[in-house]
Nanobody, 123 residues
Framework: QVQLRESGGGLVQNGNSLRLSCSASGGTFSSYAMAWFRQAPEKEREFVGT???????YYTNSVKGRFTISRDNTKNTMYLQLNSLKPEDTAVYYC?????????????????WGQGTQVTVSS
């Protein structure tokens, strides 16, 4: 059983940066594909980006060039660097894990989830 915990959220001003972390326990972290999703109030959960077990990344168009996903398998931790933040990036950010290959962007494809961390960007 994999357990995930996000941290690093907070309140920032428009244009600033933030780094989120997702710490994993249980299972073999290096074997899992990991992803970030986000959910704004009254909206569907939205795919942000994913990183494979080999370190290959894929992002949704709205965050390309601004957000970067990385992972440190020695620390069982995934990161999301958020730069040039905009008010529309305001959401609860969730990390997720799955044990399968391929780039998958739907929430249903992921077996394990963290509890989420709030990111609020003021204008």
């Amino acid at each position: 059983q994999v357990q995930l915990r996000e941290s690093g959220g907070g309140l920032v001003q428009n244009g600033n940066s933030l780094r989120l972390s997702c710490s994993a326990s249980g299972g073999t972290f290096s074997s899992y594909a990991m992803a970030w999703f986000r959910q704004a109030p009254e909206k569907e959960r939205e795919f942000v980006g994913t990183i494979s077990s080999a370190g290959i990344t894929y992002y949704t168009n709205s965050v390309k060039g601004r957000f970067t996903i990385s992972r440190d398998n020695t620390k069982n931790t995934m990161y999301l660097q958020l730069n040039s933040l905009k008010p529309e990036d305001t959401a609860v950010y969730y990390c997720a894990a799955r044990f399968s290959v391929g780039v998958l962007t739907t929430a249903a494809a992921y077996s394990y989830w963290g509890q989420g961390t709030q990111v609020t960007v003021s204008s």
